[in-house]
């Protein structure tokens, strides 16, 4: 895809040596000295990402930014800022700029990078345009963050599977975004306006689950004061997401396998047939397959569930995502707390993408949040962040922080020695001087088992 890059400038040798870098670079380029003819330009369409100077006369940065956001929010606005002006580049953030660089530009590097990524955000939107304009309109809700190969699959998954009927089952560890990924399907899916219930498996006791899905009859059992519809009669029409399915019993199991092939059941208690039209997704990070084989989880119910498989890998996999997910977050709590927290110097950026994230974009996302709510400056350093984040190796050492308690730190010397030693647990157990099964036993206390 050959993209056209609009470079908006009143100062002429700036304007003319971007267009000439970006050339050089392989893209087209548009150079335009004020917001009014850049704006004039934008209308006509065809640009791809316009980098525009705040303070010019005429119709300033600001302005243009605002329109062309309110235009066309898929075109990435990258602003330049002079010295001084933090609270500007702050503000053009806020009201939707992809990011901003400060003049002279020196760094040249860092923003091909930026502009790199921008069109690449906008290439998989364009890919997806259906996908882009649902993303767009939650944009103030919940959004599905992610540019990395492995997560451009997902969402191709997502867009292919949503407008059928197909059962999907969402699998992946703990934090990785498996109820992002049924909310982006069930937004996508004609099903949109209808139900959308949300049934947490795990959270029930087994006899409760079973009434909580089916409804029951008065009287069924003690407690049954009266009849009570089930999140199947409920999701009528709609989608029933069944979070965490690896944890319900074989009874239910049974009674599970029978919707879902008959589309058919009964209240608890009851005898009355009741039919509905529901589509199913269902989430787990247990491994379903070991479950079958160890007896826990029925065969035949696990295919009628698994029509369609979407599998969201561990961030530590798809480490390009990090950069889009940490600006995200740093500008969503700045935000939110009302904080003037806008970058993160490049010490603190390196010792977040270097950490695994064992608990993944929600550990990301609680990192982000305290790190922000933390922040003495403007810029986040190291300092600011979390101490299990600060301590990782330097070549050779491992760094404990002050304050920590003896498991804490027994936790992190535990974990960079396992990844010192590339996960072999047999050698870590040696380096550490314990046996095997002690640190078994520690790995699953520290859930550190994978
Ligand atoms: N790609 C993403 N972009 C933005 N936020 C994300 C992304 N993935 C996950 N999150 C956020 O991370 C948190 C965890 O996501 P979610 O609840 O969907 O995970 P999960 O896989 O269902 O986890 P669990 O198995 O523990 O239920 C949420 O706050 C969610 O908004
Ligand atoms: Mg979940």
Redesign the pocket.
Do not use: F, Q, T, W
């Given at each position: 895809m050959k993209f056209r890059i609009m470079v908006v400038d009143d100062e002429k040798n700036i304007r003319d040596g971007l267009a000439e870098f970006f050339k050089m670079e392989g893209y087209d380029v548009e150079s335009m000295p004020d917001g009014i003819a850049a704006h004039n330009r934008f209308q006509k369409g065809d640009i791809d990402l316009v980098i525009t100077d705040l303070r010019m006369p005429g119709m300033t940065g600001e302005e243009l930014l605002k329109k062309i956001k309110s235009e066309s929010p898929g075109v990435p606005v990258i602003v330049l800022t002079g010295h001084g002006t933090v609270k500007e580049a702050v503000q053009a953030m806020k009201d939707g700029a992809w990011d901003f660089l400060t003049k002279p530009i020196q760094d040249l590097d860092r923003l091909t990078l930026i502009v790199k990524r921008a069109l690449g955000n906008r290439e998989r939107r364009l890919k997806s345009k259906q996908l882009e304009e649902e993303l767009e309109l939650h944009k103030q809700s919940?959004?599905?963050?992610?540019n990395s190969a492995a997560?451009n699959h997902v969402m191709d998954l997502i867009s292919r599977a949503a407008p059928t009927r197909a059962s999907i089952l969402i699998t992946?560890?703990?934090?990785?975004?498996?109820?992002?990924?049924a909310d982006a399907i069930q937004k996508l899916s004609p099903r949109k306006g209808k139900p959308f219930i949300k049934v947490h498996c795990a959270a029930l006791a087994e006899s409760l689950l079973e009434s909580e899905l089916f409804g029951h009859e008065k009287g069924a059992f003690t407690g049954a004061a009266a009849r009570r519809r089930g999140k199947f009669e409920l999701a009528n029409e709609g989608t029933l997401f069944l979070?965490?399915i690896g944890e319900i019993d074989q009874n239910t199991q049974i009674k599970l396998l029978r919707v879902l092939q008959e589309r058919k059941f009964e209240r608890v208690g009851g005898e009355e047939t009741i039919e509905v039209d529901i589509r199913i997704i269902a989430?787990t990070?247990k491994d379903l397959l070991a479950e079958i084989k160890k007896g826990n989880f029925r065969e035949d119910l696990y295919y009628r569930l698994n029509v369609v498989s979407i599998f969201?890998p561990p961030l530590r996999d798809r480490k390009d995502?990090l950069y889009l997910?940490i600006n995200?977050f740093l500008k969503t709590f700045a935000t939110e707390n009302d904080k003037e927290v806008y970058s993160i110097d490049a010490k603190a950026r390196a010792r977040l993408e270097n950490y695994d994230w064992p608990g993944?974009?929600?550990e990301l996302?609680n990192c982000m949040e305290s790190t922000v709510v933390m922040a003495k400056g403007r810029e986040i350093s190291e300092d600011d962040l979390p101490p299990n984040i600060q301590s990782i190796t330097d070549k050779g050492w491992i760094r404990i922080p002050q304050g920590l308690s003896l498991a804490q730190a027994e936790e992190i010397i535990i974990r960079e020695t396992m990844s010192v030693q590339e996960g072999n647990k047999s050698e870590a157990a040696k380096v550490l001087g314990i046996g095997r099964k002690t640190l078994y036993h520690k790995l699953r206390e520290y859930n550190m088992e994978e």
């Open positions: 919940r959004v599905m963050i992610g997560m992946g560890e703990s934090g990785v975004g498996k109820e992002l990924v979070d965490e989430a990070n969201v995502d997910l995200s993944n974009v929600r996302r």
